[in-house]
């Protein structure tokens, strides 16, 4: 499965709290995610698109078991690739659907307002402009399987555990 | 090849004689620990119409409590009938609470060479107990409450090898602030805390460690096993219980020896805290406006007893407010006894019942913007206790009391 999306770049150890701040949980799920990175990129959840790829540092995702990674999906991302994904934060990104993984070396391979070419399978990433491509490996691939299919609850569903 | 504790509690619960790094394993848990929080309908997080184990599952209220607000108190109705509706066995709300890490020590969850599922970051708290506990997130929890099965990764190791004793005025937080510092994050690795040292450290101390060490991204961190774990547990393990030893021939990325001895009082600087830890003899004379005791990592009945010795007979600075909250009412129960409750209101501070209260900035102790706290609960990111332009700065309780005094950052052992 391939996916071509816009770069944002993002620098390391990005924790749960700057992507979702506790003010959140004041609100409706379908407004928490305007609150993604307030304090450190006020705006900048008002001007991605649907599609659009997170290139992170390392550590991404550090801190808690906020549904953090449920915001960034609310927002429109189409995947994340970082330098390193914090375990905790990684298991999210699977267990709400969002495409995510490590890749050493992706940070260089962008300019934010690139354009990223990822292959979610194969855990690959390219920039268009120079076709410059490195691969990640940390998910096997149940769980890609269990990521694409939109994660926990549509399994659950599906067997009765939950409405 | 020999195996840590961790491989051996994950090769238990796969059913498998070995796991090695690297693997991805799929392991039956053997206790599942649901908090509030995800109840709440602003996590959006489906309610599961049966459960894997009523009698293996445990629900605590701790983030929410009292309610602070009409969408918390709601989401404590939820969590409320989930547990009726599901004849949850240990349910411990409003009056019988606590912040869940320290419920599941207390009422004897956490088991040597167990697996214990919890949501909650700091679920590496239990592994205070040599179990293997970990957090997993609410969406994690939500597919174990239903079928009492998770995976894992298998991480390499760091073993911490311990020797000596802290000195005088120095106290748990310092010594895991002190690894913090020297040497900053542990992500994807595990780790692992042993040798002679542990028998000056109490699992109080322990708890503290353990549940710190998710602030350096660590994985499982789990303590060895000995008599002081085992005379805890005595009349509070929900069932018998088999300790775990890594093996001689276990491979680890490093062992690190930290002498106890040689640690100073240590100051976590704001936002962040692998490499970014400072002796206080450094940042000393900083003003502060909040002071804050209390968390999973430093609310026990050991640590309002440091802050009480510290508080006996003098005031909290005028420019500054003291607020403590017991880790559970369990420990809210011995401070009353005590007669430490008497000594904070005394020194001017404000007790509150127990909760998470002030550490996540859910209620009971916010900061303002320009404001500056000093705390000895788990998280110093931006925002995390209130204002996005606050500052938080993370001491252990001698240290949080001593400054509450003075109104800005001060060494305890100068108060003696
Ligand atoms: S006290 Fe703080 S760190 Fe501990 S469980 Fe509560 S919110 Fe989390």
């Known amino acids: 499965m391939t996916m071509r999306g816009r770069v944002w770049k993002f620098g390391d150890n990005i924790n749960t ?17 305007k609150f993604v990175f307030s304090a450190n990129r006020p705006g900048w959840s008002a001007e991605v698109k649907k599609g659009d790829v997170l290139i992170g540092g390392s550590n991404f995702g550090t801190g808690s078991s906020r549904p953090a990674a449920k915001q960034l999906l609310g927002l429109g991302l189409a995947a994340l690739v970082a330098e390193s994904i914090n375990g905790l934060f990684l298991r999210n990104c699977v267990n709400y659907g969002l495409p995510a993984f490590s890749c050493p070396g992706v940070s260089a391979l962008f300019d934010e307002g690139d354009t990223a070419v990822i292959d979610y399978v194969e855990q690959a990433i390219a920039n268009e402009k120079d076709n410059r491509t490195l691969s990640g490996s940390r998910l096997p691939p149940s769980l890609v399987k269990l990521t694409l299919s939109g994660g926990i609850v549509p399994l659950l569903r599906q067997e009765g555990f939950i409405q | 090849m020999g195996m840590t504790m961790v491989q051996k509690i994950m090769a238990r619960c796969s059913g498998r004689p070995q796991v090695t790094v690297g693997e991805i394993v799929s392991c039956r848990v053997d206790w599942a620990v649901e908090f509030d929080l995800p109840f709440a309908r602003s996590h959006n997080r489906p309610v599961p119409l049966k459960v894997w184990d009523p009698s293996r599952i445990a629900l605590i209220f701790d983030h929410l409590v009292p309610a602070p607000t009409i969408v918390m108190a709601d989401g404590l109705k939820v969590a409320r009938d989930f547990a009726k509706a599901q004849g949850i066995k240990h349910f411990y709300p409003e009056g019988r609470h606590g912040i869940c890490h320290q ?9 040597p060479g167990g697996l214990l599922a919890c949501g909650d970051s700091h679920t590496s708290a239990s592994g205070a107990f040599n179990c293997a ?47 913090a510092g020297v040497y900053g994050e542990h992500i994807n690795q595990n780790v692992e805390y042993a040798g002679p040292g542990l028998k000056h450290l109490d699992i109080a101390a322990r708890q503290t460690i353990a549940t710190m060490s998710t602030e350096l991204s660590a994985e499982f961190a789990t303590f060895e096993f000995d008599e002081q774990t085992e005379s805890y547990l005595k009349g509070r393990a929900k069932e018998p219980y088999s300790p775990v030893y890594s093996d001689k021939d276990a491979r680890f990325v490093d062992v690190r020896t930290i002498h106890l001895d040689q640690i100073e009082p240590q100051i976590v600087m704001p936002h962040f805290v692998p490499h970014n830890v400072r002796a206080v003899t450094e940042v000393a004379g900083l003003k502060i406006d909040q002071a804050f005791i209390g968390s999973c990592a430093n609310g026990r009945i050991e640590d309002l007893r440091i802050a ?109």
């Not at chain 2, 419920?103 to 088991?111: N, P, T």
Request: charged share 20%.
């Open chain 2, 308 to 416: 009480a010795q510290i508080l006996k007979g003098r005031s909290v600075h005028s420019d500054c407010r003291l607020i403590i909250t017991p880790a559970s009412t369990q420990v809210a129960i011995h401070a009353a006894r005590e007669g430490l409750i008497e000594i904070f209101l005394e020194a001017g501070a404000v007790f509150t019942n127990s909760t998470c209260g002030a550490c996540n900035g859910g209620h009971m102790g916010l900061i303002g913007a320009g404001e500056r706290c000093l705390t000895s609960s788990t998280r110093n990111f931006r925002g995390r206790m209130g204002s996005k332009d606050a500052e938080i700065l993370m001491a252990s309780p001698a240290t949080v009391a001593a400054s509450a005094i003075m109104g800005a950052v001060t060494d305890a052992r100068t108060l003696f």
């Open chain 2, 133 to 179: 506990a970990r957090g997993l997130g609410a969406m994690e929890m939500l597919y174990i409450l239903c079928k009492g099965e998770t995976w894992f990764e298998v991480c390499p190791t760091i073993r911490y090898v311990l020797e000596g004793k802290m000195p005088e005025g120095v106290y748990p937080r310092d010594v895991i602030h002190h690894v």
């Open chain 2, 103 to 111: 419920v599941i020590a207390e009422m004897g969850f956490a088991l």
């Open chain 1, 17 to 33: 709290d700057l992507i979702m701040p506790n003010v959140a949980y004041e609100y409706p799920p379908q407004e928490q995610p």
